[in-house]
């Protein structure tokens, strides 16, 4: 049973516009929810992290939003750059376990 | 500073062969972890690591063994491999506080295809 489910295999937007990726899931233990950001080849790299007592995060053209009360998280980028092209994947987390759950991943493309 | 390493980055290997995934870390994380990637079912945890000495299961352990006799280096073994586990395994660390606000260091990968 997928705990954390990216209904979205892909996405595409065009340069200079928003991309918002969604991650739901189904378990209210997590602590932390984090968005990993992948290109070909190389292992994930970290992008921005919420924790669950907060409803945002920003970070330069990355912003985070956590709705607990829907167990919804979205990662805004604005604005989109072709650069930005990768697999993102969202992983949730609790601090008693130190473990990460991973989404299926969305492919983003950027078009210039 | 390197981070984590993973050797080797490529390897086929026939059914019902061993093999040995080495992950190498130079951060004094405490935590490492062996993931596996497949299309449609993002990364799932096969083992995972607290401390030197220690290792527990995770989401997908079956045919798979792990060793840490040392803080930096996560050994993951395939006894017998069978074509089921083809796939990329990503090992990663992290420290032993809460995962936040960093998350884990992933390493390259490992593309193994067993035929």
């Known amino acids: 049973d997928q705990q954390v489910k990216q209904n979205s295999p892909s996405l595409s937007v065009q340069e200079g516009r928003i991309s918002i990726l969604n991650c739901d899931y189904t378990n209210s233990m997590f602590d932390y929810f984090l968005w990993y950001k992948k290109y070909p080849a190389e292992g994930p790299t970290f992008l921005i992290s919420?924790?669950?007592?907060?409803d945002k995060n920003e970070d330069g053209r990355f912003t985070v939003f956590l709705n607990k009360s829907a167990k919804h998280l979205s990662l805004h980028i604005v604005p989109s750059q072709p650069g930005d092209s990768a697999v993102y994947f969202c992983?949730?987390?609790?601090?008693?376990?130190?473990?990460?759950?991973f989404g299926t991943g969305t492919l983003l493309a950027v078009q210039p | 500073n390197a981070g984590v390493t993973q050797t080797p980055k490529f390897r086929v290997l026939k059914t019902g062969q061993s093999m040995t995934l080495l992950c190498a870390q130079d951060m004094n994380h405490e935590y490492m972890y062996w993931y596996r990637q497949d299309p449609g079912m993002g990364l799932r945890l096969i083992h995972y690591s607290v401390g030197e000495g220690t290792t527990a299961k995770g989401e997908v352990p079956d045919g798979y063994n792990v060793s840490r006799l040392k803080k930096q280096n996560f050994l993951l073994g395939l006894e017998s491999a069978a074509p089921s586990q083809t796939s990329v395994y990503f090992c990663?660390?992290?420290?032993?506080?809460?995962?936040?606000?960093?998350?884990?260091?992933f390493g390259s990968g490992t593309r193994l295809t067993v035929v």
């Open positions: 990663a660390s992290s420290y032993s506080t809460l995962l936040g606000p960093y998350g884990y260091t």
């Open positions: 992983a949730l987390g609790s601090g008693a376990t130190n473990k990460l759950i």
């Open positions: 919420i924790s669950s007592i907060k």
